[in-house]
């Protein structure tokens, strides 16, 4: 495995590097310098790792988001490819979705919504462009999604919602549902929420589209 190599292929966009500042509080008594000077120095540690490229790939190699779990790897396992809506679960209610995700949130489409349910996991395929979009929604900590990801496939840092999510388009990446087998995806937004992971995936979805339709994303029932 060559980690330089696969590093250095990862199209990863990272949020600019806060500044950190520690603010020392006079204060009477026994001298707190040395405790503070240990955590001034891991302060800068890590704002130096996060400055590094090389450290911040080495960082990402395991990451997970909410409910999400991406790890790169080098060669992607075996993986076919299905529709959508295959292996979803059975049929729900919008009531008994709300049961299972509170914070559930759904695309304001015409019609009738066909929602899913398995292992936690709610699910729903929409028309976006005359295309299907899978929408998929779990409360975090209750279950995780599995990504992996080779080199040919780009992660890009974006900001969804009001929060960070996780962008990642180009080559198809393997994606494991729960109690599915592992099956290639297309371009996909991630982010977590209000104890909730959500997921929009479609293998022809632009970032502009995938971000319009998670901020048109609503919470009325």
Do not use: C
Request: aromatic fraction near 6%; charged fraction near 20%.
């Amino acid at each position: 495995m060559n980690l330089e190599r696969e590093l250095r292929a990862l199209e990863v966009e990272w949020p600019a590097t806060p500044e950190l500042r520690l603010v020392l509080e006079p204060r009477r008594g026994r001298s707190h310098r040395p405790l503070l000077a240990a955590v001034a120095l891991a302060l800068v540690a890590l704002a130096a790792a996060f400055a590094v490229p090389q450290s911040r790939g080495a960082i990402l190699r395991f990451l997970h988001l909410g409910g999400e779990s991406i790890q790169f790897v080098e060669t992607l396992p075996p993986a076919g490819t299905r529709p959508l809506d295959a292996g979803l679960g059975r049929n729900v209610s919008e009531a008994e979705a709300r049961t299972r995700i509170p914070t559930l949130l759904l695309p304001p489409v015409a019609g009738g919504l066909r929602l899913h349910e398995s292992s936690g996991v709610v699910s729903l395929v929409f028309e976006h462009d005359d295309k299907p979009v899978l929408l998929s929604e779990l409360a975090s900590g209750q279950g995780y999604f599995l990504k992996k990801l080779a080199g040919t496939t780009n992660a890009e840092w974006v900001k969804v919602r009001g929060t960070f999510g996780l962008w990642l388009s180009g080559a198809p990446h393997v994606f494991l549902f729960p109690r599915e087998p592992a099956r290639l995806a297309g371009n996909t937004l991630v982010w977590e929420s209000g104890g909730t992971t959500y997921r929009l995936e479609a293998p022809d979805l632009a970032k502009a589209d995938a971000l319009a339709l998670a901020a048109s994303l609503t919470d009325t029932p």
